[in-house]
């Protein structure tokens, strides 16, 4: 069982910038690929970012290419999301995922197997 915690959210400016994080635990061969998904009420949940542990890499939505950057810090257990410029659109919950998976499946579009609470986000125009 993998456990995943989210801080960080808050209110921002556009324009500002935040940085989540989210803390992981449990059996680290279950998450191997960790990732940020956000869902605005009403809408379909939309996966962010993603990073594959070893050998590290990374995949973006193009919504969000050049804006953001996921990171991970094995020793914490902890992965980040940094998030600059941002837009009213980025306004959504933040979610914190999880799963064992191939580096081929590990993707935003791809589905996870753990999920946090969700981290509120708000930008202000």
């Known amino acids: 069982q993998v456990q995943l915690v989210e801080s960080g959210g808050g209110s921002v400016e556009v324009g500002g910038s935040l940085k989540l994080s989210c803390a992981a635990s449990g059996a680290s061969y279950n998450r191997n690929c960790m990732g940020w998904f956000r869902q605005v009420p009403g809408k379909e949940r939309e996966g962010v970012a993603t990073?594959?542990?070893?050998?590290?890499?990374?995949k973006y939505a193009d919504s969000v290419k050049g804006r953001f950057t996921i990171s991970l810090d094995s020793a914490k257990n902890t992965v980040y999301l940094r998030m600059n410029s941002l837009k009213p659109e980025d306004t959504a919950i933040y979610y914190c995922a999880a799963k064992r998976s191939l580096y081929s499946d590990c993707r935003p579009t791809g589905g996870m197997d753990y999920w946090g609470e969700g981290t509120q986000v708000t930008i202000s125009s």
């Open positions: 990073i594959f542990a070893v050998p590290e890499s990374t």
